[in-house]
């Protein structure tokens, strides 16, 4: 009866002993997973602290910008009430033209239109309807010295290398001297609308 009872234990211990194997191995699993998991936790928040890290520097970046920002501001208002005066100034002159010209546009619709208008004359002034046919005489003093022209008893002076030209004169017959050089009065024919050329040349 006693031996039955030792085998009875013997089996009930090796039961034990199977049964409980299992749940080592698996506390074993277990015990290798934690380290993995503990090492994965730091790693994230190394990366959190990092990330951390950026935003804090990006945060000083920004509020050592914003640290000019009132005078920026300050600038910024005066530059803008510099611009409105001047914008307020440039309308106002505008109006101001916009006035004038609807005044003077009025002044042209209220004036009489039966005027009658001779352009270029005076008052009582007519258009003489057989003007004087007339030409012109061109001066050039290719001398060394200044000389004077008198043509119909009017002087011209004339510098060394200038040519003039008189102003028109009656087509005809017309007089002129060169003053010190030729003799007085002489005697040249001028057609109507025709230039003529007196050369003054060293002898």
Known sequence: MTRTWKLIGLNALLAA????????ADDASKSTDKPDEVQKQLRDIKTDIKTLRESIDKMNE???SMKTLPGDVKHFH?????EIQAS?????DLKEEVRRLKSD???LRKAPTGLSREAGFAPGMTVN??????GRVQLSNTWSAPVSVVLN?????VLPGEVKFTEP??????SYEVLGITAPNNLRALAAGETYRINVFPR
Request: charged share 15%; glycine share 4%; net charge negative.
């Open 17 to 24: 002993m199977l049964a409980a194997a299992p749940a080592l």
């Open 62 to 64: 920004v509020l050592e």
């Open 78 to 82: 005066s530059d803008y009430n510099t």
């Open 88 to 92: 307020k100034r440039d309308i106002s």
């Open 105 to 107: 546009v009025e002044s």
């Open 129 to 134: 309807p057989n003007p004087i046919p007339t």
């Open 153 to 157: 008893g009017r002087s011209y002076p």
């Open 169 to 174: 004169i009656p087509a005809g017959t017309f």
